[in-house]
Structure formats: C-alpha cells, structure tokens
C-alpha cells in the first residue's frame, strides 16, 4: 500500500467516524425530542414526594408545579417564607397536591447540622425524587469589582446543597428501591454555560461545571440502583429574574424549560424544552467542534460585556 493510499484510509477512517459520532448524536436528539421517559408517579410511586430547593421563583418554581400537575406531592425548600406560602397556595388550589415548606437559607446555613436538619423534616414522607435547583450568580463583572462575600455565596450555593443533599439522601432512596421496587430520581440544575468558558462569569460558569461533572459521575455511580440521575442544562431562559424577555427559538419560558426536562428522565443530559435541545445538539456537534476555542472566547466575552452593560444602565 502507498503512503497515498494509507492517507487517504487514514482521512476515510476519520472522517467516517466523525459521522458516526454526529448520527449518534442525532439519534439521542430524536429520542429526547419524541421517545423521552416521562416523570410520572407510575415510575416513581403514587402519592410520594418531590423535594425542590429554590422553588420559589424560575425553573425550580416551574419545576415544582408541573410535578405537582403530574400528581406528586411537593417539598418547597427556599429562603423567603413569603414565596413558599404563595407557591404552596398555587400548587394546592391548583392540583389538590400536599405540600410542605421548609425555610432555608443556603447561601448561610452551611453546617452539617443544618442540611440533617432538613432531612429529619422528611422522615415521615415518602420521597422519590430530589431536584437539587438552587443556584445564583454574580452579575458580569471583572473579578476584582466583586464583594467577596458575594463570591463566597455563589460557590456555596451552586456546589454545596447539591452535594450534601444528594450524600444525605442517596442510601435512602437506593434503599426504598430495595424494599419496594419503587424507582428515585435525582435531578441537578446546571447550565449550557459549561461548554465554553465565559470572561466575566467565571465563578458561575465554573461552579455549574462542577454541577455538570458531579451529575454525570453520580449518573454511572447509580446504574442498577434504581436511582435515575438527570443533568439539566439550560440556555436562556426567561426566569422574571435574569430580565431575558422570551425570544422565539432562542430564549424559552420556565414552563416549556420544566416540560421539557420532565419528558427526559432517563435521558443523561437534557437542555430543557424542543429549542434548547436542538441548541444543545447544534453547540456540541458544530459550534464546540468546528469553531475555534478563540472565537467562541470571543463571541462569549461580547455577551458578558453586553450583559455588564444591560446591568449598570439597570443599577443607575
């Protein structure tokens, strides 16, 4: 065989495999479009409990009432006692679901005794899924213009709880699957902002890329356990908190982000909605692999800047 020949078996092989990759990835894209496991109370038990932290407001809210629509009963666990009573309201008048409150602070209350707490509080519920929601961030800014309290805040609220909660309840749930047959899930909220890094937004952008690794870990940990594990990560969404005004094709609403990640259960990843899952496939396939590192460095650090922008003409 020539040396032309052994290249050009060579560029065949690579490129052939580079379109497999590409038509898996476009089968899993059919499937969490159309085939995806539903959330439902026939998978989880009937009659049990979700449990969602920062359920008061965006996706966690969403989340908690498209559950509760689903028939599960619901733990709301936020900081504003206020928020919680209103959304426990809603979801009672709504859906004729129980609920149960639970005031915390995750951005202060970081001891052991704290999150046991917590847990103690769900002792004589049957619980069958946890959405580990509750995040923050900083808004866009050079590293040296931020409180650093506030840095403090954001890693402590987007790494701790999802971590800790997850340690607490995981021999639970693995053990409810061994009595009674009946399947778990662990949900944790990340973002598509994980895929390239992003000036401006690091300590954001890192932490929910430790969510992203943890969920994945934690997926393979928990094969044959009966404990499904689920990674969201969104795009833009319209939260009523972050000012994104819902644009079509672009940025959805917190009920289709919540629809969307409770039709993909068994999925791995899921982005949230049809637009954000046709996003995530078109990042990963295209964007991450033909695209220059440089330029998307480029083309995130202009959606910082303007970001910085939006937010001092706000505060002014």
């Not at 040396?3 to 078996?9: N, P, T, V």
């Not at 951005?107 to 769900?122: D, P």
């Amino acid at each position: 065989m020539s040396h032309c020949d052994c290249m050009e078996l060579v560029c065949f092989t690579i490129g052939a495999l580079v379109l497999l990759k590409w038509a898996w990835r476009g089968l899993v894209l059919i499937r969490n479009l159309f085939l995806g496991t539903k959330v439902t109370p026939q998978r989880y038990g009937e009659n049990s409990w979700a449990v969602v932290t920062g359920s008061t407001d965006g996706i966690g809210k969403a989340l908690a009432l498209e559950l509760a629509k689903r028939g599960f009963n619901i733990v709301l666990i936020a900081r504003n006692s206020e928020k919680l009573a209103a959304v426990a309201k809603d979801i009672q008048n709504k859906y004729g679901r129980d609920t149960r409150m639970i005031v915390f602070d995750f951005s202060k209350e970081t001891s052991f005794a704290a999150y046991e707490h917590i847990v103690r509080l769900l002792d004589d519920i049957d619980v069958s899924i946890l959405i580990n929601n509750v995040g923050m961030s900083n808004k866009p800014d050079d590293q040296e213009n931020h409180q650093l309290k506030d840095v403090h805040a954001e890693v402590v609220v987007n790494c701790y709880p999802i971590v800790i909660l997850t340690k607490l309840l995981v021999d639970r749930l693995k053990l409810r699957y061994k009595k009674t047959g009946k399947r778990s899930l662990i949900l944790n909220v990340a973002s598509q902002i994980t895929f390239i890094p992003n000036p401006y937004l690091a300590g954001y952008c890192s932490s929910k890329n430790f969510d992203d690794k943890f969920t994945k870990s934690l997926y393979y940990e928990m094969k044959g356990t009966g404990v499904d594990v689920l990674g969201l990560l969104p795009g833009a969404v319209s939260t009523g908190l972050n000012g994104f005004s819902e644009v079509p094709f672009a940025v959805i609403g917190v009920q289709s982000c919540a629809t969307g990640t409770l039709n993909n259960a068994t999925s791995f990843v899921t982005f949230g909605g049809w637009v954000h899952e046709i996003h995530g496939f078109l990042v990963k396939n295209f964007m991450l692999d033909l695209v220059p590192q440089s330029i998307l460095i480029k083309l995130t650090r202009g959606f910082a800047e303007g970001l910085k922008k939006s937010w001092k003409l706000k505060v002014k």
